[in-house]
């Protein structure tokens, strides 16, 4: 055997190795939470065992001995000589430590280390040896015991087969043909013997044989397997007397086998078909893995990539050309390559719980270390990811464990005096959102107080206190991500949280991902990761704009309109400010090349061309939008891959990609473009223009402005009008002392502004508001425009009836309509129906509205009042809080999120911190809610999330939340 | 001294000689050194990423690895009207992520001695003073020494 060789398999010994003590790791702390599972013993006990023998076929005695020495402890454990205590798994997991630095060691230089591990081992041979005496190693001319310990118990057994096993490969000259077999052999051999020897319920030995014969062994193969046997277990020092007794187990029941072959010899046999079940499953499993080097998988990812590129380039010349001889064949290899990409996916799928493969054993030393009950749970370990990215959050995940271990978790005595369990729980879980990977790290230990990350932010000097006062509680916690943070005096003072996090969220973020931290003193901490599948493959629409093109992902896309230009129906663009009627709703729209700041394309050439454009639909959460895009392309499947360092910034972008020409596009994000919806240039430009600075962040809200009658300009929140239409009032019909209009096969109440009945003549644009069945058309005489901007109500409404209050839109003082007004005055049930199928004629409910916009107050209070609550308000937050002590219980909170000084999730972590009042159902209000708030508000103690401009949906979830308040209130609590 | 000089000097002094791949960029001569260099490409099909730095000119594929392009003219503050389409390519490592410095022409490799690099002077512009690691007085011009990490370094707006 070459040097070369021999290098070879010492890499590969250290390769399976250091998985092999990984897996040991964690099965021994399993163990000691599972004494009495043999399985587990007994699969801990093989890897002790292989990673023994291996040792000594590669001459390496220190591993050798110390491996040996844990492998009779836990030997004795299965022969049930010892009780799996602490001690013992803390013994064994020294031994493991002792083992992995040596291997270390033997990676690093090619040879074991010197030193000695005499101390060790003694210790473990004294578990070991405990009433029994130690097995192989010295067990002379005395032979206490039985049989079976004699022979050296379950590892020296297993040694002399293995032994035995490749002395006889190395005899037999067909030798190489038996290797494949030989392991199972091995295994079969051993399982027989303990079988034989202890009476256990099992294949006995004789049986092995039998097989042997029976796959054509001959009757010489078995005797020299037999006499190696006889050498090996001389060879680990069993006398004499006792090999011959074990021989004789090896030849007693030979009759049956012995039939078939020649005379001479006895015994007979052949692995196959012997071996229990359960080891034949694990030989199988060997069969069938292969190590392969990374390098290789990348360099074929990378291969395959350029194929489904080339793929998708030849299609797309296909396409082309109509009827070609290459047609049926290109299908084919379009086939192939689809299946080869995803099989080449596969190979580099990798399940997360590898990466928290030493997790159990780092909270159990911490656990004995720190003197602290703590109890790790793991769920969807799994979650499939990217090899890549899995090593990427390893290292991360370990330290956020280890952190909330360390400092996370109280001690049992502080525990108990702050009334928790005394087991204090850290929870690690991942799962699939949409085409990222949501990992999380949450414990229930002391949190982290926002007050001291205040004191050590303003004492590092990374923002000032006025800073602070304008950032919401969330936002100075993720200060801990600061690299300025981690200083020495955080680590006592701050529990040590800050310690390398910046670390931790710079190592995310070069995966591309995204990394939060939320606390609350003394309920526990929780970091959420949120990470791309890159390299994942998705289906991508292909759009162009302003003569660029572009990936959207397929998922977020509900549909798609074309547009003519010739008769741009549906598309109102007022002042620049584009909205769309998409059937019963008006679509607030956005273009692309707006957002991108793309040069226009000029006019000349938007004449030459289709004469169109198109809308894609799209919806991040509850937010349906449409996107303006000049050309719309096929759908194509696109390799996703991160995008660069320098340009991951920019919201709109969550990934690059090659097309199947060649050219690099960028991949929209649906997530980044909502938010350009309602954060849109021209917003700021307005604001700018009335120069009001009443804006503080809050949400901003469209408003369609229009003009009617006399007097000023008139505005109601775009959100609440379904369509916009525009009919000849000459056409409208008196029914009673209503004024209707035919309308989509129904009859429209018609109704003006002040009351004034609808008589107008001429064509009118007509303000449309849809609810299930009902309709009404509100006639106003021009449109104005659409304006998005933070709403504040200078002037209530007072005396007008029908006008909420009086604001600046657009530099111009503009009345705010009261569409409740309106939509009572046409049918006087509107609002009332659902109210009274929730609890029809019981006492009215109490609700607390906490709001700090006045226009939003005004809206929702006499809509609320009218739906029969009994309505307290509450501006903001602080004031929120005092009300609820001074008048006690309400059945319901309503809580807006974005407020000043206290924001919504705050006040919902207070609100159910408190005694009194943690039992009442809280809902969420904002402008528009993506998955990732409406997670945050549920983490925070919110009982649901409706969107602000919603008021039916306002009203269906109150009643929603009332008639189930008690399951509500458990799931709050 | 001619370059011819310099080679000499090179091969006759026991000091260690350091090879630089040359570059011009408005004019001015760069090197970078030739082990950071991973391929050197003519005019590329290069896609515009709106709203990125100025300073990024877009991406493009190099046999299926999307490289950022960077304009080598915008990060030292030089005009850079209708420069992309024909400029050349150095594709360099940085953060195990691959760029490409858009430069106006590529020329020879030359190895000049690492005794002879000095400093960079205190009053060059500081846009350049940010990227430069050393100056080489060749006989008929000076060579800047490019530092790839102080290119690329800066070039990423926070999020």
Redesign the interface.
């Known amino acids: 055997m070459g040097h070369a060789d021999m290098d070879d398999l010492l890499k590969e010994f250290l390769a399976e190795t250091r998985e092999a003590l990984d897996v040991l790791d964690s099965e021994l702390v399993e163990l000691e939470q599972r004494p009495g599972d043999p399985a587990l013993l007994g699969s801990i006990f093989r890897i002790m065992h292989t990673i023994k023998g291996t040792c000594g076929f590669l001459g390496l005695p220190r591993l050798e001995t110390v491996a040996h020495a844990a492998e009779d402890v836990l030997g004795r454990v299965r022969d049930g000589g010892l009780e799996v205590s602490p001690e013992v798994v803390s013994l064994v997991l020294a031994a493991l430590d002792r083992i992995k630095e040596l291997v270390a060691d033997l990676g690093a230089s090619g040879s074991e280390p010197a030193g000695s591990d005499d101390e060790l081992t003694s210790a473990l041979r004294v578990l070991a040896s405990g009433e029994a005496p130690p097995v192989a190693s010295e067990a002379p001319a005395v032979r206490p015991g039985t049989l079976y310990e004699r022979a050296g118990g379950a590892s020296g057994i297993d040694t002399a087969c293995e032994i035995a096993c490749a002395a006889f490969l190395e005899k037999v000259a067909q030798g190489d043909a038996l290797a494949p077999d030989m392991l199972r052999l091995q295994f079969a051999l051993a399982g027989g013997f303990a079988v034989a020897l202890q009476k256990t319920p099992g294949i006995d030995i004789a049986d092995v044989l039998t097989c042997l014969a029976d796959n054509g062994w001959t009757e010489s193969d078995i005797g020299t397997l037999r006499g190696e046997i006889g050498k090996a277990f001389a060879s680990l020092a069993v006398n004499a007397e006792d090999v011959t007794a074990l021989l004789g187990l090896l030849s007693r029941e030979e009759p049956k086998p012995a039939a078939a072959p020649a005379p001479a010899a006895p015994k007979a046999g052949r692995p196959e078909t012997a071996p229990p079940a359960e080891r034949r499953d694990a030989a199988a499993g060997q069969a069938e893995t292969l190590r392969v080097n990374i390098n290789v998988l990348e360099d074929l990812m990378t291969m395959v990539s350029e194929l489904v590129l080339t793929r998708n380039q030849l299609l797309q010349i296909l396409r082309g050309c109509g009827d070609s001889p290459f047609g049926p064949p290109l299908q084919r290899l379009n086939q192939v390559t689809t299946e080869l990409q995803e099989s080449v996916m596969m190979t580099r799928m990798q399940p997360i719980g590898n990466a928290w493969g030493k997790l159990p054993r780092l909270v159990r030393d911490l656990t004995q270390e720190l003197d602290k009950k703590i109890e790790l749970i793991m769920l969807g370990a799994d979650t499939e990811l990217d090899r890549q990215i899995l090593e990427s959050i390893r290292d991360p995940l370990t330290h956020m464990v280890r952190n909330s271990a360390d400092h996370g978790i109280e001690t049992v005595g502080e525990r108990l005096a702050a009334g928790k369990p005394e087991h204090g729980t850290i929870e690690l879980s991942a799962r699939h959102e949409g085409g990222h990977i949501v990992v999380q790290v949450s414990d229930n230990g002391r949190g982290l107080p926002t007050a001291r990350i205040r004191e050590k932010v303003v004492a590092n000097g990374l923002a000032t206190e006025s800073q602070l006062e304008t950032m919401t509680e969330q936002q100075i916690q993720q200060f801990i991500f600061r690299p300025g943070f981690s200083t020495a005096a955080a680590v006592t003072s701050v529990s040590g949280r800050g310690v390398g996090m910046d670390v931790v969220r710079s190592n995310i973020e070069k995966i591309g991902g995204i990394i939060e931290f939320q606390s609350t003193e003394g309920a526990g901490s929780r970091f959420v990761i949120k990470i791309p599948l890159t390299l994942a493959i998705v289906s991508a629409l292909i759009v162009e704009c302003a003569g660029e093109r572009f990936a959207m992902p397929q998922n977020s896309v509900i549909e798609l309109v074309r547009i003519s230009h010739t008769s741009e129906k549906g598309l109102e663009s007022i002042n620049g400010r584009p909205v769309y009627r998409l059937r019963d709703r008006l679509l607030p729209l956005v273009s692309l090349a707006e957002i991108l700041d793309l040069p226009r394309t000029d006019a000349a050439e938007e004449e030459d061309g289709p004469g169109s454009t198109y809308v894609v639909v799209s919806q991040v959460g509850a937010f349906v939008f449409g996107i303006i895009v000049d050309k719309v392309f096929d759908t194509e499947e696109i390799v996703v891959k991160p995008v660069s360092r320098t340009i991951r910034h920019i919201p709109s972008f969550s990934g690059t990609t090659i097309l199947g020409d060649g050219r690099v596009i960028m991949i929209l994000d649906p997530n980044g473009l909502a938010t350009a919806v309602s954060a849109a240039p021209h917003v700021e430009a307005t604001q700018q223009a009335d120069g009001s600075h009443q804006v503080r962040g809050r949400d901003a809200v469209s408003m369609l402005v229009f003009q009617t009658g006399d007097g000023g300009p008139k505005a109601v929140p775009l959100s609440l009008v379904a369509r916009l239409e525009e009919a000849d009032l000459s056409t409208a019909e008196q029914a009673g002392a209503r004024t209707v209009l035919q309308y989509r096969g129904g009859l429209m109440p018609l109704i003006g502004l002040d009351s004034q009945p609808a008589a107008r003549s001429g064509k009118h644009p007509i303000l449309v508001f849809v609810d299930g069945h009902r309709m009404l058309g509100l006639v106003v005489d021009r449109v104005i425009d659409i304006i998005e901007a933070p709403l504040d109500l200078q002037l209530a409404g007072g005396s007008r009836p029908g006008i909420l209050g009086s604001a600046i839109i657009a530099g111009a003082t503009t009345d705010v309509i009261d569409t409740v007004h309106y939509l009572r005055q046409s049918d006087p049930d509107w609002f009332s129906v659902e109210t009274e199928k929730a609890f029809g004629e019981e006492d009215s409910r109490n609700v607390l509205l906490v709001e700090d916009s006045a226009f939003f107050r005004n809206l929702l209070m006499p809509m609320l009042t009218l739906a029969g609550y009994h309505v307290t308000v509450a501006e903001h937050g602080e004031a929120a809080i005092e009300i609820c002590k001074d008048h006690g219980r309400f059945d319901i909170i309503v809580s807006d999120i974005e407020m000043p000084g206290l924001s919504g999730f705050d006040l919902a972590r207070m609100l159910k911190s408190d005694a009194q009042m943690k039992g009442v159902p809280i809902i969420a209000l904002s402008s528009h809610a993506n998955p990732k708030d409406i997670e945050r508000g549920m983490s925070a103690g919110f009982t649901d999330y409706v969107t602000k401009l919603d008021p039916k949906a306002l009203l269906s979830v109150l009643s929603r939340v009332l008639s189930s308040d008690e399951s509500a209130t458990e799931i709050a609590a | 001294m001619s370059i011819v000089a310099d080679n000499n000097l090179s091969d006759t002094t026991t000091g260690a000689a350091d090879d630089y791949v040359t570059m011009s960029v408005g004019g001015q001569a760069f090197g970078i050194p030739v082990l950071n260099v991973r391929d050197v490409l003519g005019p590329q099909?290069i896609?515009?990423?709106?709203?990125?730095?100025d300073e990024?000119a877009?991406?493009?594929?190099l046999?299926?690895?999307?490289v950022?392009a960077?304009n080598m003219r915008k990060r030292l503050g030089l005009p850079a009207d209708d420069f992309v389409a024909k400029a050349m390519a150095v594709v360099v490592e940085h953060?195990d992520?691959p760029?490409s410095l858009l430069v106006d022409e590529v020329g020879e490799v030359l190895s000049l001695p690492a005794q002879r690099r000095e400093a960079v002077p205190a009053t060059l512009d500081t846009r350049w003073r940010d990227v430069a690691q050393g100056i080489y007085r060749l006989d008929d011009r000076l060579l800047i020494v490019l530092g790839v990490a102080d290119v690329?370094g800066s070039?990423?707006?926070?999020?």
């Open positions: 099909n896609t515009r990423v709106p709203l990125a730095p990024v877009g991406s493009l594929n046999r299926g690895r999307i950022t960077i953060d992520e760029f690329l070039i990423r707006a926070d999020a």
